[in-house]
């Protein structure tokens, strides 16, 4: 059973940061890319950050620049280094494996976690 725990969100003033983890099971992490989802009340879920295992990142346009994907392979674990933080990035967010389609896009590949929720509030 593949699992996903996301931790490290909370409430942050606009402007701050926030560093969020995703502990995945050995055999989901070892051989995909790992993604980033976020979905907001009312909104689709998004992937925002994807990072291949060879290190190679992609980000959504909305948060380029102040979002950094990183993942530690020994540790099985991908992080979401958020920076700038603005109010619209309020969302639960979820880790995923993630593969591409014949088509260029990136779909998730496991079971979701529960996710950590991201404030940004004054």
């Known amino acids: 059973q593949v699992q996903l725990v996301e931790s490290g969100g909370g409430l942050v003033q606009p402007g701050g940061s926030l560093r969020l983890s995703c502990a995945a099971s050995?055999?989901?992490?070892?051989?995909?890319?790992m993604g980033w989802y976020r979905q907001a009340p009312k909104k689709e879920r998004e992937l925002v950050a994807v990072i291949t295992s060879g290190g190679s990142t992609n980000y959504a346009d909305s948060v380029k620049g102040r979002f950094t994907i990183s993942r530690d392979n020994a540790k099985n674990t991908v992080y979401l280094q958020m920076n700038s933080l603005k109010p619209e990035d309020t969302a639960v967010y979820f880790c995923?494996?993630?593969?591409?389609?014949?088509?260029?896009?990136?779909?998730?590949?496991?079971?979701w976690g529960q996710g950590t929720l991201v404030t940004v509030s004054s």
């Open positions: 995923n494996a993630v593969r591409l389609d014949f088509s260029g896009n990136y779909y998730p590949l496991g079971s």
């Open positions: 050995g055999s989901i992490f070892s051989i995909n890319a």
